[in-house]
């Protein structure tokens, strides 16, 4: 009798053992994907800007509010194609380049162009985007109707400061150059307002200008009469901290798999989705 007993008490024991080690097994969390800390302005449309919510995909920015835009589609992509978790670090401009230099951040994903300058402090991935610059003007002004560089003498120009954009401006001969401004939605206001009569930028940013605010167009020069530019100029690039080959590739790759019909199109919803306001 005593040996069946202990018989069905190792039977039980067993039973529950089995049981508690089910449970555990179940209720143990899954490993956590491994950050991917991607630093913009989130205040570029359509390439970036911020809103209050997740809608059209926006991702949550580090510290509050949400991201949206082309860049943010493109870090989606990447942060997926390394398995990796999307947290966007809204940065200022200026802060972009140190903070990826002190591994703030992994990858700096902010419209940003592969100059050689730029190239002395950090490294840049295959090119995202491919643009050119003109320059946005209010629709009312008579400067709206110019075709080329030398229709623009006399006007008000500035552009974002420590960009590219402001040291073509004296390629535009008579042109009286104002300082350079700190993001584009101050250069908005500056243009709305009446104190510039325009600003350089990239012609997704200027679309996107113009259709946040009727008030505004562009001035797109004829072949050959616009701005003298490099291809890295207006071209747009993944930036990582020099020496980071393992990373470089691995964005390269995933960037590989966009193809340029797809990056038109997210362009084109980025534009359409971005916020009336901005």
């Known amino acids: 009798m ?12 067993a039973v529950v053992m089995m049981l508690t080690f089910a449970a555990c097994s ?13 630093g913009m302005e989130c205040g570029y449309p359509p390439f970036n800007w911020t809103q209050n919510d997740d809608s059209n995909g926006a991702v949550a920015i580090q510290g509050g509010g949400f991201a949206g835009g082309y ?21 200022i401009w200026d802060g972009l380049v140190p903070a990826v230099q002190s591994d703030t951040i992994d990858l ?6 592969p100059t050689e300058k730029r190239k002395v402090s950090i490294d840049f991935s295959d090119n995202y985007y491919k643009s050119d610059l003109v320059i946005v003007v209010r629709a009312d002004s008579p400067f709206a109707a110019a075709t080329t560089l030398g229709d623009m003498a006399g006007a008000k120009i500035t552009a974002q400061l420590n960009t590219f954009h402001y040291t073509v401006i004296p390629q535009i001969e008579g042109v009286d150059q104002q300082i350079a401004m700190d993001d584009f939605p101050a250069m908005r206001v500056a243009l ?7 600003y350089v930028s990239e012609r997704p940013e200027a679309v996107s200008a113009t259709a946040a605010n009727s008030a505004f167009a562009f001035v797109s020069f004829e072949e050959g009469q616009g701005f003298a530019t490099s291809d890295d100029d207006t071209a747009i690039a993944v930036g990582l901290k020099k ?3 393992e990373l470089m590739e691995a964005v390269n790759a995933a960037l590989a798999t966009i193809s340029e019909e797809d990056r038109s199109t997210i362009m084109d919803q980025a534009i359409a989705n971005q916020p009336a306001e901005q």
């Open 2 to 13: 005593k040996k069946q007993f202990k018989l069905i008490l190792l039977v039980v024991l």
């Open 108 to 113: 700096i994903i902010a419209g940003m162009s």
């Open 192 to 198: 709305e307002s009446g104190v510039i009569d325009g």
């Open 71 to 91: 860049d943010v589609e493109i870090a989606k992509h990447i942060a997926e194609s390394m398995g990796r978790e999307l947290v966007i670090v809204k940065t």
């Open 243 to 245: 020496g980071n080959t």
């Open 26 to 38: 179940s209720t143990e969390p899954a490993a956590e994907a491994e950050p991917l800390l991607v």
